[in-house]
């Protein structure tokens, strides 16, 4: 059996670093915010190369607050993309903004910036690009554009924990970038944890005060706020497994090196590309093939596990259908939605089933 993740392994390689950080935080009574949280917002706004981070409960959290700091509110629109998990979508309506969506590129699967300039109203206030998979989009060209029309970007850089772009990292190069700590993500917590990093300081602030009852001070609520605050326990673990996260990079990169250069070629599917000058951190590992529901059952059947990222486009899902899009907007959106496959990648990997995963992929699919 080949998983699609093993978070056990992980726990397992550092179980008595993540034990002694949460019996820590037990006994310090610090459940909420506290010290743990203050050292690991320190330590990861280092890491993503920005001088502030404010940690929250959510990935999700950390978007909405990132809009509403930026000022976004009803009445505005938000260009993202279609071809995402729906939550980036959903923080844009919580502000009361209309999503507005633009095509990915067929390489890359991020936001086109050929399409980005057509979707831009008088009443569009943000471009909010998804780093997918763990690679950046193309954010020289989409800042260009956001700078002629007086734009501001948000990075939904959920999947990009240390991506890179010209050797700029995820998060550092919008107006702010928000990340997620959800388990199973390249940074995961034990639990719910998400993170906005930003070098302006007044956007720290008002992110701050908004994910403790907009609070300035004790008892003093300037800002109708929410509670997306980061528990202690999360906080320190979350610092252990920061201390990793180079080296499981490292890892991921070098299975991905191995699919790709195995998958090379390949009749049976075609492998995802790290453009130039971005540096993939490979969160997901996504070929593309014609037969998908029969690669898929393929690989159920000798026991290797995979995923779907993403099979429904968000303009497409029920909850959105308010927004008046219909099949055939987003046709790029729309093929891969119908294409991709997620192989697994974890670092506990080895290389040994990695092989193992490209064996079964490429065996005649009429041969079971
Ligand atoms: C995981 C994810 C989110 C949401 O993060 P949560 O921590 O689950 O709220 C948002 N956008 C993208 C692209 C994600 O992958």
Redesign the pocket.
């Known amino acids: 059996m080949i998983p699609f993740l093993d978070l056990k392994a992980q726990y397992a390689s550092i179980k008595d670093e993540v034990d002694a950080a949460v019996l820590n935080v037990l006994a310090s009574a610090q459940y909420i915010l506290g010290d743990e949280v203050a050292a690991l917002e320190e330590e990861f706004a280092d890491y993503c190369g920005v001088d502030h981070a404010v940690a929250v409960n ?3 959290s950390a ?1 909405h607050l990132s809009l509403l700091a930026a000022g976004i509110g009803p009445g505005d629109e938000v260009l993202t993309v279609p071809f ?2 729906v ?2 979508a959903s923080a844009i309506c919580y502000t009361g903004a209309r999503p507005v969506f633009v095509d990915v590129e067929p390489v890359t699967l991020t936001m086109d910036p050929a399409k980005l300039e057509a979707a831009v109203t008088p009443r569009t206030k943000a471009i909010v690009p ?1 780093h997918l998979y763990g690679q950046m989009a193309d954010m020289d060209a989409i800042c260009a554009i956001a700078e002629r029309h007086g734009l501001v970007v948000i990075e ?1 850089a ?2 990009a924990h240390g991506a890179e772009y010209k050797g700029r990292r995820a998060g550092s190069i919008g107006l702010s970038g928000s990340f ?3 388990p199973g ?1 390249n940074l995961g917590a034990c639990g ?1 944890g ?1 993170m906005v990093v930003t070098n302006d300081s007044q956007q720290a602030e008002t992110i701050r005060m908004l994910r403790d009852w907009g609070q300035s001070q004790r008892y003093h609520h300037v800002l109708k706020g929410y509670n997306y605050r980061m528990d202690g326990i999360q906080g320190a673990i979350l610092r252990v497994k920061l201390r990793h996260l180079d080296a499981w990079t490292a890892a991921r990169r070098t299975h991905a090196a191995q699919y790709s250069s195995l998958l090379d070629g390949s009749a049976a599917v075609t492998p995802p590309i790290e453009v130039t000058g971005r540096r993939h951190v490979y969160h997901v590992y996504a070929v593309r093939s014609h037969q998908r529901a029969d690669l898929q059952h393929r690989l159920q059947a000798q026991g290797i596990q995979s995923g779907l990222h993403y099979p429904i486009p968000v303009h497409l899902q029920e909850a959105h259908l308010d927004l008046g899009y219909a099949e055939g907007d987003f046709p790029v959106s729309e093929a891969a939605a119908r294409e991709v496959l997620s192989l697994p990648i974890y670092p506990e990997m080895t290389p040994r089933q990695v092989a193992e995963v490209v064996s079964a992929v490429e065996q005649d699919s009429y041969v079971c």
């Open positions: 959510t990935g999700t978007l995402t998990f939550a980036t998804v939904d959920c999947q997620s700590f959800y993500k719910e998400g």
